[in-house]
């Protein structure tokens, strides 16, 4: 592959990107930092995904990217037209599946022979104005009113339960942490800064479910992979933006090293101060950085330590004929071991749904988008309902398994379920 060798090592000239985490400055300066960083890495192909809110607010910081960086980078897809693959929906949330589509429409022919960047930019957004006593946030004067500005996170933090809020509900849930509660707590985070800090998670928790479809998927050509979550601060003025901090993952071959620095995912440690009349937000780990983690790993090893290491034991006389089938090898014969799996599944989704569902997406059967919710599978406070569904979703795949898959899969579920006394 050309060009990589070159390369390696220098993930550090991102160095423009890290002085700006966690620094307000203007959207066009965050994307003029981008556009030179990314020109120094001299990578051979870019391509671009940028996610927003659907509000008109944002418009602002999408002419931004366009203007400072897609225009320049990006191939053209028709005469002189650049264009980032783009999500809008309520609250800026990522549609889990997108980065695979994104990643194959930028496998260019010239990708395939060297290697190109993805950047990912995953905006959240927050209302800010400017007084006499300072900042505020949350309230945009517009039209000749105040609304709510970012409108999906005020719902979401002012508990109202519409559709769009339940997958933004879910991240800001993720990981056993109810980042929501810690929100709304003024003993945790002073209410006047409630609603950037809410919009500085979001862009965080986003960013958290793009980087788990890349460790989930096999890109098309050689790709580096640049993840950026930024705020938007919109004010009658010029908008404003703020890197929270980058995630870089390199899936050219070689060592596949992922890394994240910046600003963490928990409001209470967010400290935020003006310096020379700009914003700056830090917490005690963004100058560091860090692995990102292997959530699949991450979810069967905390259940694996909260159970000791194994299911109950599952009385159901229908698990017992199964267990015989397998060790008369019956299941070495492909369509019988999806038969067995599928019967397997009915009875693990009955008698022992978390386990079984946590083991499927532990070994990578159950789908990425699952993470947040296999996350919460292994806390105290798991829903069987939600292990349930993850288990019922791969039985009804079964018939799409690769051979020696589901014979595989069947094993496994036996083994991690102990002979009933
Ligand atoms: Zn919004």
């Known amino acids: 592959m050309d060009g990589v060798g070159a390369y390696h090592g220098r993930v550090e000239t991102f160095d423009s990107l890290r002085e700006a985490v966690g620094r307000e400055r203007s959207v066009r300066s965050v994307c003029q930092a981008l556009h030179f960083g990314v020109s120094e890495l001299g990578s051979p192909s870019v391509g671009a995904m940028h996610i ?6 944002e418009h602002e910081c999408v002419t931004a990217f366009q203007l400072g960086f897609a225009q320049y980078v990006l191939p053209a897809l028709k005469f002189a ?21 994104a990643e194959d429409h930028y496998a260019t022919e010239g990708s395939k022979t060297g290697w190109k960047l993805l950047v990912v930019k995953v905006n959240s957004h927050v209302a800010m104005m400017r007084g006499k ?15 709510s500005c970012c409108g999906a996170l005020a719902a979401l933090l002012g508990g109202d339960v519409p559709p769009f809020t339940d997958p933004v509900r879910e991240a800001f849930l993720s990981e056993g942490q109810d980042r929501l509660a810690v929100l709304r707590d003024p003993a945790q985070v002073d209410p ?14 986003q960013a958290r479910a793009v980087m788990l479809d890349i460790q989930d998927h096999e890109p098309a050509s050689p790709t580096l992979y640049l993840v950026l979550p930024c705020v938007t601060l919109n004010e009658p003025g010029p908008d404003g933006e703020i890197l929270c901090g980058a995630y870089v993952a390199d899936r050219r071959g070689g060592t596949g090293r992922e890394e994240y620095f910046g600003l963490g995912d928990d409001p209470a440690a967010y400290r935020v101060r003006e310096e020379h009349g700009k914003l700056v937000v830090t917490d005690p780990g963004c100058d560091a950085l860090r692995e990102a983690r292997d959530h699949r790993r991450m979810v069967l090893s905390s259940w694996k330590t909260r159970t000791h290491g194994a299911a109950a034991a599952v009385r159901d006389p229908r698990l017992g004929r199964i267990r015989q089938d397998v060790g ?53 406070k798991a829903d069987p309902e939600a292990a ?34």
Request: a neutral charge; aromatic letters at 6%; glycine letters at 8%.
């Open 52 to 57: 927003t809110c659907a509000d008109e607010s």
């Open 81 to 101: 037209q650049q264009s980032p693959f783009r999500l809008a929906n309520l609250g800026g949330r990522y549609e889990w599946g997108a980065l695979p589509i």
């Open 133 to 147: 006593a300072g900042r505020t946030f949350g309230l945009l004067e517009r039209y000749g009113q105040s609304s």
């Open 192 to 205: 006047g800064v409630r609603a950037l800090y809410a919009a500085l998670v979001s862009a965080r928790l």
């Open 328 to 380: 008369r090898s019956l299941h070495h014969h492909h369509p019988h071991a999806k038969l067995l799996l599928k019967a397997l599944l009915v009875v693990l989704a009955e008698a022992s749904p978390i386990p079984a569902a946590v083991l499927l997406f532990g070994v990578g059967a159950a789908g990425i988008h699952h993470a947040f919710r296999a996350h919460r599978l292994t806390s105290e």
């Open 388 to 421: 349930r569904r993850i288990v019922t979703e791969i039985h009804d795949r079964v018939d799409h398994l690769e051979p020696g898959e589901a014979r595989g899969l069947l094993e496994m579920l036996l083994e991690e379920h102990p002979h009933e006394a």
